[in-house]
């Protein structure tokens, strides 16, 4: 019940008029923090109506708390890590998302200093142009300011008052920062996506999902993002689709496809495009090919798509998919409580397994879903 409440809530805030991109609604947040606080940890499977998730249930609780302990113990006081790319707002912020997406929240409970430390440090990089960057973001300077967005908006009506006024100035500018990185002049196949750097004029997939994420929270959550930016963005994402083989690519339909076709579903299913023949190519294509990303640089990263729109679509998708998951990988997660294949970091790859693991919980407000996908 509670959970068709916050979506009813949610519904009404797509449907209304609600600000400028200063003014992130209050009554989201209302009704955001009202969920957190009535739905402790232990309680999330509750509202599921999923059989795959309730066969897996201790075992992920169990997972999702070592993974989440070990966040907090290597965090430092600024909330960076010191592992490869500890210090950028992206990974900083994929913790901060991982700790929410369990259920906890700022300003109580047992993880709600290193929320305060991931928002803090986030809040604090933003430059004069807007830019959201703290330095450690290699060549993706617009990947982590994309996701530090996403981070912001979710977090957006959880705060003090003091602390969202200023999360309001922050946010505001940053996400004006990438419709501004979409309107840069680019050509035909380039056209409405998002690269490395705010004055990039290519595009890639990767970088794209990345800022739709960001703009359709910031949607949902009251900002004034404009319907013509998500069309833009939704345009592109379908040049990177084979609608034949479901598949989506990095620059065009075939590049890094079993990684990025998690990527390009989820954009698809945020939009708009539940229960069209490309969403369920796609979905089969995702079953059909995912074991290929195991073991692979980037399996964290697609797996984290893979599980966000595979829960999108619902049905034996998500069934199948949630179950190949699970049996992958709980039992690969170190003793430390860390996961990490040797590629990537430890505190990056801990974050996006959490996030995957937790899509079912429905706690953050991206992962939301209409209410009819599979529900009793």
């Known amino acids: ?36 606080t009535l739905l402790p940890m232990g309680i999330h499977a509750q509202s599921l109506s999923n059989a795959v ?7 992920v609780e169990s997972a999702v708390d070592r993974g989440l302990q070990f966040l907090a113990e290597t965090q430092n006081a600024n909330g960076t890590y010191d592992d490869s790319y500890g ?25 709600a200093e290193n929320i305060e430390k991931c928002i803090d440090y986030v809040l604090s990089s933003q430059r004069s142009n807007g830019i959201l960057d703290h330095g450690d973001s290699g060549h993706g300077l617009m990947y982590a300011h994309n996701i530090a967005t ?20 922050v946010l505001s500018r940053s996400t004006k920062l990438i419709l501004a990185a979409q309107a840069i002049r680019k050509n035909e196949g ?42 833009k963005a939704v345009r592109y994402v379908l040049r990177n689709h084979h609608k034949e083989s479901g598949r989506f690519g990095y620059v065009d339909p ?14 698809l299913e945020l939009s708009g495009f539940h229960g069209t023949e490309s969403t369920y190519k796609a979905g089969n294509f995702i079953l059909q090919h995912r074991n290929y990303i195991v073991d692979r640089a980037h399996e964290y990263y697609a797996n984290y798509y893979n599980a966000q729109a595979m829960f999108q679509l619902g049905g034996t998708w998500w069934e199948q998919y949630a179950d190949w998951m699970y049996l992958e990988y709980l039992p690969k997660q170190q ?9 990537v970091a430890a ?30």
């Open 87 to 111: 210090r950028s707002v992206g990974v900083v912020s994929l913790a901060g998302m991982a700790f929410l997406s369990a259920g906890h929240t700022p300003g109580y409970g047992k993880y």
């Open 254 to 267: 075939w590049g890094n496809s079993e990684t990025l076709t998690g990527c390009g579903l989820l954009c």
């Open 335 to 343: 003793a430390n409580g860390s996961w990490s294949n040797g590629r």
């Open 1 to 36: 019940m509670l959970l068709r409440g916050f979506n009813r809530v949610q519904s009404r805030i797509q449907q209304g008029t609600v600000a400028d991109l200063t003014g992130y609604s209050r009554a989201w947040g209302a009704c955001a923090i009202l969920l957190w």
């Open 190 to 231: 380039n056209a409405g996506g998002w690269r490395y750097k705010p004055d990039s004029k290519d595009s890639d997939l990767s970088c794209s999902g990345w800022a739709l994420m960001a703009l359709r929270s910031g949607k949902l959550n009251g900002a004034a993002v404009p319907d013509l930016a998500i069309e």
């Open 53 to 59: 998730f309730q066969k897996h249930r201790t075992n």
């Open 150 to 169: 996403l981070f912001l908006s979710e977090i957006s009506g959880m705060v003090d008052p003091e602390k969202q006024e200023r999360l309001d100035r």
């Open 347 to 376: 505190s990056y790859g801990s974050a996006m397994m959490i996030l995957s693991f937790t899509v079912p919980y429905r706690q953050l407000p991206i992962y939301q879903r209409d209410e009819t996908v599979d529900e009793e």
